[in-house]
């Protein structure tokens, strides 16, 4: 093990997650993890005093050596003694080496392997900012943790350029610890390579073989997609040792912040608390406010109850909401104020759920209203061609019900999804509880899943996600318990438009802030790296075509295409037969659907399939559960018995529309022979 400055101890891991608590010591001050570290680039952070930021629970500050080198100078930090006697602040700082500053100037610099020449924007001279510049300037600035010298580029680069800056930043790191010399103060490297895990691994090999205090993941939150980065973030964590913190530069919104702590990440930085603040928003427990919404102007109301910030403690919305619109200073103070409280507070409940080990329950909890617009007071949408995200893209539109939840309605038909419960309550009753799936993934204590067969679903009909995500919730919840088997859902969709949709309205499809929905849509295929069992695979166009590809036979089987009025053909005898011969009889399968119709259980019931009365969901009081011969007695479910039998005889509607006149006979018969009624 490398020797180490920090005395890093690693406390709790959470069961069911790489999330972390643990504890290191600075020149100044032991520092407990998870941390957010407030940005002051100039040695302040804008708006706030150091008795505002100590009292909030800041640990860490962030400091820029590029701009604390142009103004006010290395020489200042050595007359003072360092940053701390300069400031008077008597906690922790960590310096930025400069490398992405130099990064975002693109036309006033030049790089090359000796460093990056660039103009001062304080007296234009021509200045160069290398490794042992950067070092040096911060051995004079004394911070607790330096960071070296790296060269940032867009995460979106192609390979050639990600490799050459690799290579650049790989040299840049050595040069950087030969340049700290005996200097007490701690130095992180940067972990580089875009978007590109061998690159990633090829720099995390290299640089944790160098006694290093802490490694940074670097070169995120510079162009990619959201589940780019938590996939990165992930992929790269992975690879730093445990034995370290570990630091995602630049990132970033709270529920970031609760995303790459699941991903094993200890420490953060951005400007976003503060910068928001600036212009009226708050972030709450209760969603993030704009308090410059006129909905606020006679507020009595203090930004968010559940805070014991002493701004929250004295202020009201009304008045700083007036604040605001006035664009006083005071309004960013207090504001800025409040936001950095909440990330460190935030920060806080996270550290004690993983000693608790329990992160993971709040972790689902806390997700689902990090990045929820208030919640009290929610936004109109605007007017038809002045709303930001568009409430229609193809054939689908949004939809929103009386109770105030969101679904999709596809325009050309009318029909709605979930039409009358809300799509995640829907799904967790008609298809996760009403199948047992808990029940189903669990394993004895001493199991081991890597030994267990999968449970496969086929989501027949993904729509906006909501069976699909039902499913992979529960199993989330359940591997956080004990050990699970392995999980694959399969899932077919012949449009994808109603699931675009519902991503561009997160705030109204919450199940969908996950980085499954996104990974799925950009590949096809998502695979979870907290759950090794847990994967996900798509299959776009007619599901009688793509059935053949589906990597494995179902357990389970979510059928919830669109009504038999709308997709006409799924729903019809002949259907349901080739469903049947699909499944075949090599291991028993359960099928759960909204419907309740006679013709749909004499449909499956001509298929081969027997049929049990399912739960009732919305206004209907019963669905249908349907079973391929082999299932395990006695059956969980209540199979349609001898009564059904003779209403069925009696009915006026006893066959399928459009069954043709000679086929009737036959049907019949088979529904009258079938085993179900001996």
């Known amino acids: 093990m ?8 690693l406390e709790a891991v959470a069961t069911g997650s790489r999330a972390r608590a643990a504890t290191f010591r600075t020149l100044h001050n032991e520092v407990k993890t998870p941390l957010f570290m407030p940005v002051g680039t100039q040695a302040t952070v804008k708006a706030q005093t150091f008795d505002t930021l100590l009292e909030s629970g800041s640990q860490i500050l962030l400091a820029n050596t590029y701009h604390l080198l142009l103004r006010p100078g290395p020489e200042v930090f050595r007359r003072f003694g360092d940053i701390h006697r300069f400031t008077g602040w008597e906690k922790s700082f960590l310096t930025d080496s400069g490398g992405f500053q130099i990064f975002s100037l693109p036309h006033a610099r030049s790089m090359g392997e000796d460093g990056a020449e660039f103009r001062s924007y304080v ?45 650049i930043t790989q040299r840049w ?8 010399g005996d200097s007490p103060q701690s130095l992180f490297a940067i972990v580089q390579g875009a978007l590109y895990p ?33 996939d990165m973030c992930e992929v790269a964590a992975a690879m730093l040792p445990v034995d370290r913190p570990r630091y995602l530069m630049g ?72 604040l605001t619109k006035t664009q006083e200073p005071l309004g960013w103070t207090l504001l800025g104020q409040h936001n950095i409280w909440f990330y460190h507070q935030l920060m806080r409940e996270i550290r004690q759920s993983i000693l608790e080990d329990r992160f993971l329950a709040l972790y689902h909890a806390k997700r689902q209203f990090l990045q929820v617009e208030d919640m009290d007071h929610p936004a109109v949408p605007p007017k038809v061609g002045k709303e930001r995200r568009p409430r229609t893209l193809g054939d689908y539109e949004v939809h929103v019900a009386e109770e105030g939840f969101a679904s999709i309605r596809q325009i050309s038909s009318g029909e709605i999804m979930h039409s009358h419960t809300p799509p995640m309550v829907e799904a967790k009753a008609l298809y996760v509880d009403q199948s047992g799936l808990a029940e189903r993934l669990r394993l004895p204590a001493d199991a081991d899943p890597a030994e267990a067969a999968p449970l496969v679903i086929w989501d027949l009909g993904l729509g906006a996600a909501a069976n699909a995500m039902a499913a992979i919730q529960c199993y989330e919840a359940e591997a956080a318990q004990g050990p699970v088997r392995p999980l694959r859902v399969i899932s077919f969709e012949s449009d994808l438009d109603s699931l675009r949709l519902a991503m561009t309205h997160k705030h109204r499809f919450e199940y969908l802030r996950h980085s499954g929905p996104d990974a799925l849509l950009a590949r096809g295929a998502w695979k979870s790296r907290q759950f090794a069992g847990l994967e996900w695979e798509l299959h776009v166009g007619d599901f009688w ?33 080739e469903l049947r011969r699909l499944l075949g009889d090599g291991r028993p399968v359960e099928l759960f659907t909204y419907s309740a119709a006679t013709a749909v259980r ?34 969980r479910y209540d199979l349609l018995g001898k009564a059904w039998l003779e209403r069925w005889r009696r009915s006026s509607a006893k066959f399928p529309e459009d ?10 018969a088979r529904i009258e022979g079938h085993p179900q009624f001996a």
């Open 198 to 230: 061998d690159l990633r691994q090829e720099s995390a090999d290299g640089l944790t073989q160098l006694p290093f205090d802490g490694f940074a993941i670097g070169g995120l939150a510079v162009g990619e997609e959201k589940h780019q980065r938590e």
């Open 173 to 180: 790191a050595v040069r950087s610890l030969a340049a700290r």
């Open 251 to 322: 990132v970033g919104t709270p529920l970031d912040l609760l995303e790459a702590v699941h991903r094993g990440v200890d420490m953060f930085d951005c400007i976003i608390p503060n910068k928001v603040a600036q212009f009226g928003t708050a972030f709450t427990s209760r969603g993030i406010l704009q308090l410059r919404r006129s909905v606020y102007k006679f507020s009595e109301e203090k930004i968010d109850p559940a805070c014991g910030c002493p701004v929250c403690r004295k202020y009201s919305r009304g008045y700083l909401h007036h």
């Open 545 to 577: 075509t793509k059935a053949a590809e589906a990597s494995a036979r179902p357990d389970l089987v979510f059928f919830d295409f669109f009504s038999h009025k709308t997709d006409v053909a799924c729903w019809k005898p002949a259907a349901f037969a």
């Open 123 to 167: 007296d234009g001279q021509k200045l160069l900012l290398s490794p042992e510049v950067s070092i040096g300037t911060q051995r004079a600035i004394g911070s607790d943790i330096m960071m070296v010298l790296d060269q940032c580029i867009p995460s979106t680069a192609d390979k050639a350029t990600a490799r050459a800056a690799l290579g």
């Open 2 to 9: 490398l020797p180490s400055r920090l005395n890093f101890k």
């Open 659 to 668: 069954l043709p006149e000679a086929e009737r006979a036959a049907l019949e």
């Open 602 to 635: 004499v449909a499956l019931l001509n298929a081969g399939f027997h049929v049990a009365i399912g739960t009732g969901t919305g206004v209907k009081k019963e669905t249908i559960v349907a079973l391929t011969p082999g299932y395990a007695t006695p059956c």
